[in-house]
C-alpha cells in the first residue's frame, strides 16, 4: 500500500495552511516536524478528509481518497491532538462507541477494546468516567480508539502530549512495534519520540515541506555547524542573544554550551560536535531556512 500526496494545497482565505506539499508514503514511520502553525495538523486534516482541498491530490494505491469514501477511511486510524469527549462515558464505553462508528461487530470490538486498554495502561480504570480522568490518561484514551480495527493507515497527532517520560517511552515502543504493517505518520514537538524510531522525517514550516529525508541524512545539513564551548554567567548571556543554543550544561564550575551556527565562533575555544535531530529542528526553525 502507498498514500501519494500531490501539490496539495489548502487555503484559509488569504492564509496558505499548507502550500504545494507533494510526498509519498509507504509501510513505516513517518516523523513531521514543525513548529505551531507549520501545516501539520491542516495535512493530517486534510489526509482524512476532515477538511476540504483547495487543490491536489491524495491518492491511495493510485485511486483518490474523496473517490475511495467509506473504504479509504475504514482503513484509517486518527488521533487527534484535542477532542471533545463524552465525560459520562467509561472509558471502556467510548471504545466500544468509537468501535461501533468504524462498523466493528460488538463480539470483536469488546476484545479490541479490554486489549487496548491494557496496551495502554488504562485496564484498571476501563469503567472510570473520562471526565474524571488527567490530560495524559485522555490522551492515551485518544490512541487506544485510533488503533480500533487495527487500521493499515495510522495518523498520530501529538500522541505523547501530556505523558509522563515512562508512558512516552512505552507508547513510542509500542507505536514502533505495530509499525511494520502499517503506515504511522506521527505530528509531534518532541523531537526524541520520533528520532529513533521514524525511517524518515518530514520537516515542515510555514506550510512547505522544507526537507524530508531519513534521520541520518538530515542530520548531515547541520555537520561542522554544532558546537560546544566552556563559558562563565557573562560570556552565556552573549551566546543566547547571539547564536541558537540548543542546549547548555555545568561542568565543574563551567557551563558548557551548545550552539548551532553557519559560523565557528572566534576568539573562543569551540569544539565541534556531533549533531543531533533537535540541533537540525532548532536551525531550521530558528533560521531563515
Same mark, same amino acid.
Given at each position: 500500500?502507498? !498514500?501519494? !500526496?500531490?501539490?496539495?494545497?489548502?487555503?484559509?482565505?488569504?492564509?496558505? /495552511?499548507?502550500?504545494?506539499?507533494?510526498? %509519498?508514503?509507504?509501510?513505516?514511520?513517518?516523523?513531521?516536524?514543525?513548529?505551531?502553525?507549520?501545516?501539520?495538523?491542516?495535512?493530517?486534516?486534510?489526509?482524512?478528509?476532515?477538511?476540504? %482541498?483547495?487543490?491536489?491530490?491524495?491518492?491511495?494505491?493510485?485511486?483518490? !481518497?474523496?473517490?475511495?469514501?467509506?473504504?479509504?477511511?475504514?482503513?484509517?486510524?486518527?488521533?487527534?491532538?484535542?477532542?471533545?469527549?463524552?465525560?459520562?462515558?467509561?472509558?471502556?464505553?467510548?471504545?466500544?462507541?468509537?468501535?461501533?462508528?468504524?462498523? +466493528?461487530?460488538?463480539?470483536?470490538?469488546? =476484545?479490541?477494546?479490554?486489549?487496548?486498554?491494557?496496551?495502554?495502561?488504562?485496564?484498571?480504570? /476501563?469503567?472510570?468516567?473520562?471526565?474524571?480522568?488527567?490530560?495524559?490518561?485522555?490522551?492515551?484514551?485518544?490512541?487506544?480508539?485510533?488503533?480500533?480495527?487495527?487500521?493499515? +493507515?495510522?495518523?498520530?497527532?501529538?500522541?505523547? /502530549?501530556?505523558?509522563?517520560?515512562?508512558?512516552? =517511552?512505552?507508547?513510542?515502543?509500542?507505536?514502533?512495534?505495530?509499525?511494520?504493517?502499517?503506515?504511522?505518520? +506521527?505530528?509531534?514537538?518532541?523531537?526524541?519520540?520520533?528520532?529513533?524510531?521514524?525511517?524518515?522525517?518530514?520537516?515542515?514550516?510555514?506550510?512547505?515541506?522544507?526537507?524530508?529525508?531519513?534521520?541520518?541524512?538530515? =542530520?548531515?545539513?547541520?555537520?561542522?555547524?554544532?558546537?560546544? !564551548?566552556?563559558?562563565? %554567567?557573562?560570556?552565556?548571556?552573549?551566546?543566547?542573544?547571539?547564536?541558537?543554543?540548543?542546549?547548555?550544561?555545568?561542568?565543574?564550575?563551567? +557551563?558548557?554550551? %551548545?550552539?548551532?551556527?553557519?559560523?565557528?565562533?572566534?576568539?573562543?575555544?569551540?569544539?565541534?560536535?556531533?549533531?543531533?535531530?533537535?540541533?537540525?529542528?532548532?536551525?531550521?526553525?530558528?533560521?531563515?531556512?
Amino acid at each position: 500500500m502507498q !498514500i501519494d !500526496i500531490k501539490n496539495l494545497t489548502k487555503k484559509y482565505g488569504d492564509n496558505t /495552511a499548507l502550500d504545494d506539499f507533494s510526498l %509519498r508514503l509507504t509501510y513505516g514511520i513517518y516523523g513531521l516536524l514543525g513548529a505551531n502553525g507549520a501545516g501539520k495538523s491542516t495535512l493530517m486534516n486534510l489526509i482524512t478528509d476532515n477538511v476540504s %482541498r483547495t487543490k491536489g491530490e491524495i491518492l491511495c494505491d493510485g485511486e483518490d !481518497i474523496l473517490r475511495l469514501g467509506k473504504k479509504f477511511r475504514k482503513r484509517l486510524g486518527y488521533m487527534p491532538q484535542q477532542q471533545g469527549f463524552y465525560d459520562q462515558l467509561s472509558a471502556r464505553a467510548f471504545l466500544l462507541y468509537m468501535a461501533s462508528l468504524k462498523g +466493528i461487530p460488538r463480539k470483536e470490538a469488546k =476484545i479490541q477494546a479490554d486489549r487496548l486498554l491494557k496496551t495502554v495502561s488504562l485496564s484498571n480504570v /476501563a469503567h472510570k468516567k473520562i471526565g474524571e480522568f488527567s490530560g495524559g490518561m485522555k490522551q492515551r484514551v485518544l490512541l487506544a480508539q485510533a488503533l480500533m480495527g487495527d487500521p493499515e +493507515i495510522l495518523l498520530l497527532d501529538e500522541p505523547t /502530549a501530556g505523558l509522563d517520560p515512562k508512558e512516552r =517511552i512505552r507508547i513510542r515502543n509500542f507505536i514502533s512495534e505495530i509499525a511494520e504493517n502499517k503506515i504511522v505518520l +506521527i505530528s509531534t514537538h518532541v523531537v526524541s519520540d520520533i528520532e529513533f524510531i521514524a525511517k524518515e522525517i518530514i520537516l515542515l514550516k510555514s506550510g512547505k515541506l522544507v526537507l524530508h529525508n531519513t534521520c541520518e541524512n538530515l =542530520i548531515k545539513e547541520v555537520e561542522n555547524k554544532v558546537y560546544e !564551548i566552556e563559558a562563565d %554567567r557573562e560570556k552565556l548571556k552573549y551566546y543566547q542573544e547571539n547564536y541558537r543554543v540548543s542546549n547548555l550544561y555545568h561542568s565543574d564550575d563551567k +557551563i558548557i554550551v %551548545r550552539i548551532v551556527t553557519d559560523n565557528k565562533p572566534e576568539n573562543c575555544k569551540a569544539e565541534a560536535v556531533k549533531p543531533t535531530l533537535e540541533d537540525l529542528y532548532l536551525y531550521i526553525f530558528e533560521s531563515g531556512m
